[in-house]
């Protein structure tokens, strides 16, 4: 099955730093790549996710980018806010319908 | 629009005792699944089901049962609570997509256990 590793597990930015949460999988054959981002006392939430067909996918201070051919996929946070202060969890497919999950990056953002 | 919605909210059992976490979802969603959240530990897989009368094996299915009998609603039951159930339970849901293609899956609130 799939076997997801996520690094780094803790990462502590001054506000307006960029942070990157890097993941690798095992699956070549993986095609979809989510990123959840749960804050203290509540549900996973989705905030990016991108296809295998594409290398990179942006929506305004989030970014993720996939490398095929190393297997791995990274999350971008450009000019972090202490509201990004969050565990993040990477996913990657396993099987026909289930994902699975990193063990997870607690981030914070230092005002 | 609920969503996925999960009940109870938080729980206390004595060791041995049983119960039942319900979750539901009013998206029409095909895909149901519970997890189990320990600290330092991700999303942990315990039961999934594809659709209504089918559930399958996750990765940590030991002391777990699970019933999908109205495609709305998912059922996670402890048999027999143990102090290492103890942890916070989630439920989630997806639409089931053409060929294969995976879809986000929605969360629901959690619930909160502690075995005694």
């Known amino acids: 099955g799939e076997n997801v590793e996520q690094h780094p597990s803790t990462l502590s930015v001054q506000e307006g730093d960029s942070a990157v949460i890097k993941c690798t999988y095992s699956?070549?054959?993986?095609?979809?790549f989510p990123w959840y981002k749960q804050e203290l006392g509540k549900r996973p939430q989705l905030i990016i996710d991108i296809r295998s067909n594409v290398g990179e996918k942006k929506d305004q201070r989030i970014a993720v980018t996939l490398n095929k051919t190393a297997k791995h996929f990274s999350l971008h946070i450009t000019e972090t806010q202490p509201e990004d202060s969050a565990v993040y969890f990477c996913?990657?497919?396993?099987?026909?319908?289930?994902?699975?999950f990193g063990k997870g990056t607690m981030l914070l953002v230092s005002p | 629009n609920a969503g996925v919605t999960q009940t109870p909210k938080f729980r206390v059992l004595k060791t041995g005792q049983s119960m039942t976490l319900l979750c539901a979802q009013d998206?029409?969603?095909?895909?149901m699944y519970w997890y189990r959240q320990d600290p330092g530990m991700g999303l942990r897989l315990i039961h999934y089901?594809?659709?209504?009368?089918?559930?399958a094996k996750g990765e940590v299915p030991d002391g777990y049962n699970v019933s999908r009998l109205k495609k709305q609603n998912f059922l996670l039951g402890l048999e027999s609570a143990a102090p290492s159930q103890t942890s916070v339970y989630f439920c989630?849901?997806?639409?089931?997509?053409?060929?294969?293609?995976?879809?986000?899956?929605?969360f629901g609130p959690g619930t909160r256990l502690l075995v005694l």
């Open positions: 089901s594809v659709g209504e009368g089918t559930t």
């Open positions: 699956d070549s054959a993986s095609n979809y």
């Open positions: 998206m029409n969603h095909e895909y």
């Open positions: 996913a990657a497919p396993r099987g026909y319908s289930t994902l699975t």
């Open positions: 989630a849901s997806s639409p089931r997509l053409a060929g294969g293609n995976k879809e986000t899956q929605y």
